[in-house]
């Protein structure tokens, strides 16, 4: 169970206030709070993602009649393409690396094991265009706080499914204060429909305070590390061809 700044102090709340010395009693009588004592990653990541500035969101009568697709075609295997025949039964999302407790999440679990968040965003493409979607999802910062992050993480990796057609898989990667940010979304809705093959079905990160090549379709893993470089190049597909790692409007 995961407490936060809110259920910290709903707990404080709850307790009889008849001084300090009874309150700090109360307190450590009490099991949420020991368990709450015992989850600092929890408010690490709260902390990180507060006070970013957010991205404009819209109207739902601004949204685009169709959301044009960015980056690589679908992934072309065949337990994607078996899984997306099949309600994506048997696609599971991966998180690990530097986590206190890796998980792998069917989308029931994506869809009903975390608070449902939905933005109407503007995705911007490095080529010029732009398009208004109503994205749906979980937080990133909620899976990740399910996982529990360790103190010497600096960085979120995202694998994905997709290729550049010469055999070289997508990935890209957010520092861990970009991946708390409260507009970053593990998108599994676009429109209110599950988000379409085209737009990197079954699940996508959406972070509509960058330039689209950062929000990454098709992803598989997400993989929590203290650095990049080495096997991670510089840190995704397009920033090694030479783009800039940080792509904020």
Same mark, same amino acid.
């Given at each position: 169970?995961?407490?936060?700044?809110?259920?910290?102090?709903?707990?404080?709340?709850?307790?009889?206030?008849?001084?300090?010395?009874?309150?700090?009693?109360?307190?450590?009588?009490?099991?949420?709070?020991?368990?709450?004592?015992?989850?600092?990653?929890?408010l690490d990541l709260a902390i990180l993602g507060a006070g970013q500035p957010l991205a404009r969101?819209?109207?739902?009568?601004?949204?685009?009649?169709?959301?044009?697709?960015?980056?690589?075609?679908?992934?072309?295997?065949?337990?994607?393409?078996?899984?997306?025949?099949?309600?994506?039964?048997?696609?599971?999302?991966?998180?690990?690396?530097?986590?206190?407790?890796?998980?792998?999440?069917?989308?029931?679990?994506?869809?009903?094991?975390?608070?449902?968040?939905?933005?109407?965003?503007?995705?911007?493409?490095v080529e010029g265009w732009s398009v208004i979607g109503e994205w749906s999802g979980v937080r990133?910062?909620?899976?990740?706080?399910?996982?529990?992050?360790?103190?010497?993480?600096?960085?979120?990796?995202?694998?994905?499914?997709?290729?550049?057609?010469?055999?070289?898989?997508?990935?890209?990667?957010?520092?861990?204060?970009?991946?708390?940010?409260?507009?970053?979304?593990?998108?599994?809705?676009?429109?209110?429909?599950?988000?379409?093959?085209?737009?990197?079905?079954?699940?996508?990160?959406?972070?509509?305070?960058?330039?689209?090549?950062?929000?990454?379709?098709?992803?598989?893993?997400?993989?929590?590390?203290?650095?990049?470089? !080495?096997?991670?190049?510089?840190?995704?597909?397009?920033?090694?061809? !030479?783009?800039?790692?940080?792509?904020?409007?």
């Open positions: 169970m995961k407490y936060g700044r809110r259920t910290f102090l709903g707990l404080v709340a709850t307790l009889p206030l008849a001084g300090c010395a009874s309150l700090a009693t109360s307190l450590n009588d009490h099991p949420g709070f020991h368990r709450f004592l015992l989850l600092p990653e929890t969101e819209y109207r739902p009568q601004d949204i685009s009649p169709d959301f044009r697709a960015n980056g690589f075609d679908p992934p072309s295997d065949p337990e994607y393409r078996r899984w997306s025949r099949n309600g994506w039964r048997g696609y599971r999302l991966v998180v690990d690396g530097l986590v206190r407790l890796p998980r792998s999440y069917d989308l029931a679990m994506l869809r009903h094991a975390f608070i449902r968040r939905t933005q109407i965003t503007r995705h911007d493409c990133l910062a909620d899976v990740l706080n399910d996982c529990g992050v360790r103190p010497e993480a600096r960085y979120v990796v995202f694998h994905c499914m997709d290729t550049d057609g010469g055999g070289t898989y997508y990935y890209e990667s957010l520092s861990l204060k970009q991946a708390a940010h409260p507009q970053a979304l593990l998108a599994y809705d676009l429109n209110g429909k599950p988000v379409p093959i085209k737009n990197g079905a079954p699940l996508r990160l959406k972070v509509p305070t960058q330039l689209g090549y950062k929000s990454a379709k098709y992803v598989k893993r997400i993989e929590v590390v203290a650095a990049l470089g !080495g096997p991670l190049g510089r840190g995704g597909y397009w920033e090694d061809q !030479g783009y800039e790692w940080y792509a904020g409007i």
